[in-house]
């Protein structure tokens, strides 16, 4: 019989990012006493800890970028895919080891592929997870990762404050007005300038959400070009194969080769070894409470 699970994924880099932003604006820039610094992963481990609670999965798996921009598969296929991306502060460099340490105190797979990105593996195993049966809820920043809701796949996109928006194909159309399968044609047409993803010169997100909504999909609108006013219909005669790119760019893999198995995910953890991590990185009494 195959029980059905609960599987939280967890994308490694907006949390870690946000957890460090976080701090940092508020001027905690959080060491411990031998100067290690440490805010990124307390503010990491404690937005694990609050969707742990809050999703009470039976399994939980971190997804991670792996690879330099220059060795993305994207990269491949267009230069400019996310050149625009500066390195990251001196004070968080440290903490992409130091994370996966909490997350491994915790028996918490870190799961990443060389050449894809945290949204490819959360992609692969919430698809593989849900054609088991199995219930899925992704937590990202990202709102690329609308792409993926399905019946059995949710997402939470975090927002400031340790606030989120919750995604269910119902809640997608009734929030956005699209479909999971129309989130990358919208981008597609609209670009994503924090990817140097280019979409169609000219077109906004508001012309993007109307003409998907209107034709049903990018293949549609293109079939349709006649029906577009003159100016625009250039616009995208023009820019076709730049659109067509950015979708390409814009789609999250769903088979990335990872192998892991869900006995390796289940969230249990040893609270001893758990608060031994804490303790070395002077987490303090609040977050060792959660877990005693």
Known sequence: ???????????GMSFLFRAYYASAWAGGIRQTSTGVYTNAVYGFTKMMLDYAEMVRPTHLIVGWDVAERETLVRSQWYNGYKANRNDPPAELIPQFDL?????????????????????????????????????????????????????LVHVKILKNGGKHEHYSP???????GITPEQVVDVKALQGDASDCIPGCPGIGEKTALKLVIEHGSLDGLYTNLDKCTPKLRTKLEENRELVF???KLATIFCDVPVDISLEEAEWEYDVKRVTAKFQELEFGRSLLSRVG
């Open 1 to 11: 019989m195959n029980d059905c699970h609960k599987i939280l994924l967890i994308d």
């Open 99 to 151: 994370v996966k340490e909490i997350t491994d105190a915790f028996s918490v797979p870190n799961v990443g592929h060389h050449g894809y990105e945290g949204d490819d593996i959360l992609g692969t195993l919430s698809k593989r997870y849900a054609e088991q049966g199995h219930q899925v809820v992704i937590a990202t920043g990202d709102y690329d990762s609308l792409q993926l809701v399905r019946d």
């Open 170 to 176: 119902e809640s997608l159309l009734a929030m956005r």
């Open 245 to 247: 790119l950015s979708r």
